[in-house]
Each structure stands twice: as structure tokens, then as C-alpha cells.
């Protein structure tokens, strides 16, 4: 393991290969006695582990170490040559001592699950406050006198957000810590949510609704890395598979609670719904879940250290080693979009997802359609027809952790540093339930059919979706290692912006090719993305090889290297 954070420390590439950093490093003395704190130690390092460092605010001469592992007193020697006075300083980089209480990897089983919970329970609500209200798109319209269009928009506008709000949230999470976000975004969503509850017009309503999306994606970001943060590579498997399940049953629930409550108190009671769980969340997440984040809890432990000796040799590799503000700012805001229009396999994947993220979405409005225009059910009827889907999530949120056992073995048997293109396995195998679904659901969508047959076309499209959602951001994460946070932002941004557009067209498109074609076309588009994982499966290692951005496993060669900062 020591090994392997060394390797991935000095292939940390063109993001900062030009660091204007105060200090120069030498040669690292020799370090204490230290161990893996993120698995055991013949194990590489795991996706999350690599996404939780904080590699885009450091210079490319930072010692990882630091993050990853503990020592017996707590410290590692570091000797810096000064660029201002060109003198060797020595400090003393502050880590985790063995067995440290305080490491949140090392606190009780219950404890950590009961953080996980709040946090999955917190990703639950956002998701469902994201399709509650598409129950009623019909009840907004006919109360402030607008077409359905525009009342779409809350929809729209909400799930803009998502791919908005990470750009900033993410970034500060990694300056500020994790706990600060959760708590200060979620009491400000919970705030935004009101004045949809009580809007007299639909202005006021669709721009509450538009900034109560922005703040609410901040969790939905940083769940992730919560869940890395507290638990071992080897006994992530579970509590992962809870994560990956709360956004996509949010959106299948959603409906179903609307549906009823939309019948019985009319549509701002959807609001008031929102509201009373969000609420809920911000008080479990923000007075029971403290702060996980390494970087900033060693930061915080560091300066607690000088203030008690008057020492300043007391430091973490981020007093030290901060990368410049302009080249922080540019990896931030630029570095996505680079990643997202210059890169291939960024490109692809993200579309994927973003195919599969709209579908989610036209969903919400396929169902009315097919259910009460075509059957004339009620919005409650209708939402129990996203129980298939419900059920395909939590299925395969239970054949989770057998992907990731098999994961494990593909490590063991290629030495603990398997080829990227492994983790697309799963989604080879689950991409084709997602065009299967789709054309079940479109050829039983005849008014005069069973209504059981759409309903079960839901089941194989929820079973695929969080095979297919963890392996592309597994992929991302093993091949852009240390650009793996810039190639999810593009990839969520993407998506959620061709998310919330999918709803705006929706109607018209079932209007003009009626139910049976209309999914039908989804069920092509579905079936064509099914090429993407087999393309990369078998080019993606080369395709990586000739990247500025991508990880390589023929990096070691100075070749890759010069490559790399001939990009930048």
C-alpha cells in the first residue's frame, strides 16, 4: 500500500505540474513505522480513497502519505528548502496515530453506521423532494393560470441545481471540511423550500424551487467521499450499496407519496412534505454526524498542536504544499470542462449517464401519461406503478456487495493494480436491462392492456441503473486517479442539465409518436449506449495511453510523463 500511494503521488500530472509553491522539497527522511489506514495494506488504494484527497488543492510535490496513513507518535518528518530564505526547514507532518479514536475509520461499527444512515437518509429526501412534485405538474398549472410547460419547469430548474451546485460545493468541501457544506447548505434548502409551499405566483415558485436545487446537490456530493471517509476499503461494500440505492428509490417514492398526497390536500402539500423531511435531515446530519474529513481534521489537530507547544513545526502538507489560487481556480471551474469536451472516454460515459439520468426523469412524466391520460387513473393509482422500479433498485442494491467481492479477486489476481476497464464488467452485463425494460414498457402501454405490464417494465430499468451508475463512476475514478473529482463534476453536470431538459419535450414527444413509439425510441437510444462499455473495455487502455489527463498503467515510462506536461 505504501508503495502504491508513493507511485500515485508522483504521477500526479499536468493539474499541477507548473505549483508556484513557497517551498522546495528534498528528500524525505526516513518515516516511523506506519500503516494503511484505508485497507489493508497489500491492497491498492480505493476509488473514494483516491477522490477523498485532497490532490487539487496541493502541489504536485506533496507527500500523500500524510492522508493515508497512521504512525506510532503521529508525525512524519518532512525538510522543505525554503525558496524565500533557501534554507532547509524541518516540520513535522501531522497524521493519525495507530488505532487513533479521533480517525473517523477507527470509530464503533454502530456509530459509523449510524452516520451512514443520516447521510443515506439525507440523499433519499434531496432525491425525492426532486420527483415529489410530479404528481401534481397539473394542479401548479391550472392554480397560477400557466401551460404545463412552465410548470415543468420546476422540475427543471431543480435539477439545474444539481449540476450547478457541485462546481462550488465540492471545492469548498475540500477547503472547509464536509460538515460546515451539509449543515449550512440543508438549513438554506430547507429555507427555500417554504416559499413554494405558500407562492402566490409561479415566479416566486420557480425561482425558490431553482435555489433550493442548488443547495440541496451539496449533500448529494458529498455523501460519497462521507462514506470513504469512516470505512475501510474492505468494509465498504454495504454501506456503498445503501448510498447508491437512496437517489434512485428518492425518485421512485416520490411519485407514489405525491400521488396520494396530491389527491388529498391538494399540490403545496408537496411542499409542505419536503419540507418537514428536509427538515428532518438537517437536524440528524447537522447535531449527530461530525466531521469526517482527514485533511481537515489533521489541520484542525495541527494547529491545535502549535497553539499548545508554541511549536511551528506542527504542520499539514496543505500549510506547506498549497497549490497557487489561480491554479486552484482553474482545476476547480476549468478543469471539468476540459476533461468533459477534450477526453474521450469523459465524454462517453457522461453521456451515458446522462441518457439514463433523463430517462429517469421522462419517466416521471411518461407514467402520468400512460396511466391517467391512457387509463384514467388517479395521481395515487398511478404512483404505485413506481413500485417495480423501487424493487429493481433495492435488488440490485443487494447484489452490491457481490460486485465488489469480485472486484477484490480481479485485484488479487493482477497484483493489486487491476486495469481500469475491469470495473466496466458490471455495466457489460446490466446495460442491456435498461433497453429491455423500455421496450416492455412501451408495446403493454395500450390503454386496453393489463396495467401491470408498463408497471413491470420498471423493474428491469431500476435493476440496471446502479450497476451501471457504479461503474462509470468507478471507471472515471481508476482511469483519471488524480483528476477523478474534475471527471465526476463533468459528468454530473452533464447529466443534470440534460436531465432537466428531457421533461420540458416529453409531452410533446408521446403526443407526436404516440406511447408505443415514443419508448420505443428511448429503448433504441438504450440499446446504442450498450456499445459504450464494450468500446472501452476493449480500447479503453489504449485510448488512455495517448490522454494528457488519464491515468496510464504504462505511466512509468517518461514518455507518459513528458506527455502529461507538455498538456499543461
Known amino acids: 500500500m505504501a508503495d502504491n500511494t508513493r507511485d500515485y503521488a508522483s504521477h500526479r500530472r499536468d493539474s499541477d505540474s507548473d505549483s508556484a509553491s513557497d517551498v522546495t522539497h528534498v528528500a524525505d527522511q526516513p518515516k516511523p513505522l506506519y500503516r494503511?489506514?484505508?485497507?489493508?495494506?497489500?491492497?491498492?488504494?480505493?476509488?473514494?480513497?483516491?477522490?477523498?484527497?485532497?490532490?487539487?488543492?496541493?502541489?504536485?510535490d506533496a507527500d500523500l502519505n500524510e492522508y493515508t496513513h497512521e504512525t506510532i507518535d503521529g508525525?512524519?518528518?518532512?525538510?522543505?528548502r525554503s525558496n524565500v530564505t533557501g534554507n532547509i526547514e524541518r516540520y513535522e507532518l501531522v497524521t493519525w496515530k495507530v488505532n487513533d479514536p479521533e480517525n473517523p475509520k477507527n470509530w464503533s461499527k454502530p456509530y459509523k453506521w449510524w452516520c451512514t444512515m443520516c447521510v443515506a437518509l439525507t440523499c433519499f429526501v434531496v432525491a425525492f423532494n426532486s420527483a415529489v412534485i410530479t404528481a401534481d405538474i397539473e394542479g401548479v398549472a391550472k392554480e397560477f393560470h400557466v401551460s404545463e410547460e412552465v410548470a415543468l419547469l420546476t422540475i427543471t430548474l431543480f435539477v439545474v441545481g444539481f449540476g450547478v451546485g457541485p462546481m462550488a460545493f465540492a471545492p469548498l468541501s475540500e477547503i472547509l471540511g464536509r460538515r460546515i457544506i451539509y449543515a449550512t447548505t440543508l438549513f438554506l434548502a430547507v429555507i427555500f423550500t417554504i416559499p413554494g409551499a405558500v407562492a402566490k405566483n409561479i415566479e416566486t415558485l420557480l425561482v425558490t424551487r431553482a435555489l433550493a436545487g442548488i443547495w440541496f446537490s451539496a449533500p448529494m456530493t458529498l455523501v460519497g467521499g462521507t462514506l470513504a471517509d469512516m470505512w475501510k476499503t474492505d468494509e465498504r461494500g454495504v454501506p456503498m450499496a445503501a448510498f447508491s440505492a437512496a437517489p434512485f428509490i428518492g425518485p421512485a417514492i416520490g411519485p407514489l407519496v405525491g400521488g396520494f398526497l396530491s389527491d388529498a390536500k391538494g399540490w403545496r402539500w408537496l411542499y409542505w412534505i419536503q419540507l418537514i423531511l428536509s427538515g428532518a435531515a438537517w437536524a440528524l446530519i447537522s447535531f449527530t454526524v461530525p466531521e469526517t474529513y482527514t485533511p481537515t481534521l489533521l489541520a484542525r489537530r495541527a494547529k491545535k498542536l502549535r497553539e499548545e507547544t508554541g511549536d511551528d513545526k506542527f504542520v499539514t502538507e496543505e500549510d506547506i504544499s498549497k497549490a497557487p489560487l489561480s491554479q486552484r481556480l482553474a482545476t476547480f471551474l476549468l478543469r471539468p470542462f476540459q476533461l468533459l469536451f477534450g477526453e474521450l472516454i469523459v465524454f462517453f460515459i457522461s453521456a451515458y449517464m446522462s441518457v439514463l439520468y433523463g430517462l429517469l426523469y421522462m419517466f416521471f412524466v411518461a407514467y402520468p401519461i400512460v396511466y391517467q391520460k391512457g387509463k384514467g387513473y388517479s395521481a395515487g393509482t398511478t404512483g404505485l406503478m413506481f413500485i417495480p422500479i423501487a424493487v429493481g433498485v433495492l435488488l440490485s442494491a443487494c447484489c452490491a456487495p457481490l460486485v465488489n467481492k469480485h472486484y477484490l479477486k480481479l485485484v488479487a489476481k493482477h497484483d493489486g493494480k487491476p486495469p481500469a476497464e475491469v470495473r466496466l464488467i458490471p455495466m457489460m452485463l446490466s446495460c442491456w436491462f435498461i433497453p429491455i425494460g423500455l421496450f416492455i414498457f412501451a408495446w403493454t402501454s395500450y390503454s386496453e392492456l393489463h396495467w401491470a405490464g408498463p408497471a413491470l417494465g420498471g423493474f428491469p430499468v431500476g435493476f440496471g441503473f446502479i450497476f451501471l451508475y457504479n461503474s462509470a463512476n468507478n471507471y472515471l475514478v481508476d482511469s483519471y486517479q488524480h483528476q477523478a473529482a474534475s471527471a465526476l463534476a463533468a459528468k454530473t453536470f452533464l447529466r443534470s442539465f440534460w436531465g432537466a431538459a428531457v421533461v420540458l419535450f416529453t409531452n410533446q414527444m408521446y403526443d407526436r409518436l404516440n406511447y408505443q413509439w415514443a419508448s420505443t425510441l428511448l429503448a433504441f437510444i438504450g440499446l446504442a449506449c450498450c456499445a459504450i462499455p464494450f468500446v472501452f473495455y476493449f480500447k479503453g487502455a489504449d485510448i488512455r495511453k495517448h490522454s494528457h489527463y488519464a491515468y496510464s498503467g504504462d505511466e512509468e515510462n517518461e514518455g507518459g510523463m513528458k506527455e502529461a506536461k507538455e498538456a499543461h
Do not use: K
Open 36 to 60: 494503511s489506514i484505508t485497507g489493508s495494506n497489500d491492497q491498492p488504494l480505493d476509488g473514494a480513497d483516491v477522490v477523498n484527497l485532497p490532490t487539487r488543492t496541493l502541489s504536485h
Open 75 to 80: 508525525q512524519i518528518l518532512r525538510e522543505v
